[in-house]
């Protein structure tokens, strides 16, 4: 199947931080990428979807200031947690939808863990 | 806006044993998936299911939907302990939408 990298994995930061999360489809062209935040013992939350080349769409009470989506190349998105806070700590999934797929079908990342301290 | 909602929140079975989960929605869709997630990792995608099919199998998984009942199940037979994790069912909408809305899951733990 399809691969979605993450990076990094894993971030501890200061809050009032900027955090950037790294978002790569390794063997296909990813025409839309979709960020989830997951909060513990939590359901996936679809944060925005960002389609190459086009600004983000943001789901509903997700502040598109805070949360800062560029979709630059068919391979990667990225999301910049601005002046993050403790209330930001979550588990952040991006997934990747390729182009011409018949169905819905995305293939998710493995995950970034963010704690601000 | 719809949301899956599975049942039960939680599942202890022991090994051997058959699990089953379900998941409701409120609204059309065009189809529904089912995603399994380790503690603390992404999300692995399981099977799908479109709106037209009642029944789909792979492998020790079986998936039923129930489109009149907005309800889909799925079966893992002869669990093992490495089946432990939290089980997901995710619908999209009718019209295009790409969106997915995720159920709140149910966390399968298999005892060896």
């Known amino acids: 199947g399809a691969v979605v990298s993450q990076h990094p994995s894993r971030v501890i930061c200061k809050s009032g931080t900027s955090v950037k999360i790294e978002c790569r489809s390794l063997d296909f062209q990813a025409t839309t990428m979709f960020w989830y935040r997951q909060f513990p013992k939590q359901s996936l939350m679809l944060m925005a979807t960002s389609n190459e080349g086009s600004k983000a769409t943001y789901e509903q009470g997700v502040e598109k200031d805070k949360f800062l989506i560029n979709h630059a190349s068919l391979t990667l998105s990225t999301l910049t947690v601005t002046s993050a806070h403790p209330e930001d700590s979550s588990f952040y999934i991006c997934?990747?939808?390729?182009?011409?797929?018949?169905?819905?079908?995305?293939?998710f990342g493995p995950g970034t863990r963010l704690t601000v301290l | 806006s719809q949301q899956g909602e599975e049942d039960p929140q939680a599942l202890s079975i022991q090994e051997g044993e058959n699990a089953t989960m379900n998941c409701s929605y409120k609204t059309s869709i065009n189809n529904l998936q089912w995603y399994r997630q380790n503690s603390g990792r992404g999300l692995v995608h399981l099977i799908l299911?479109?709106?037209?099919?009642r029944e789909k199998h792979s492998g020790r998984l079986r998936v039923t939907l129930d489109t009149s009942k907005k309800s889909s199940s799925l079966l893992i037979t002869a669990s093992r302990a490495a089946d432990t994790a939290s089980y997901f069912c995710?619908?999209?909408?009718?019209?295009?939408?790409?969106?997915?809305?995720f159920g709140k899951g149910t966390k399968l733990t298999v005892n060896p």
């Open positions: 997934s990747a939808r390729g182009a011409g797929e018949a169905y819905n079908e995305q293939f």
């Open positions: 995710a619908t999209d909408a009718q019209g295009g939408s790409e969106k997915l809305v």
């Open positions: 299911i479109r709106s037209n099919e």
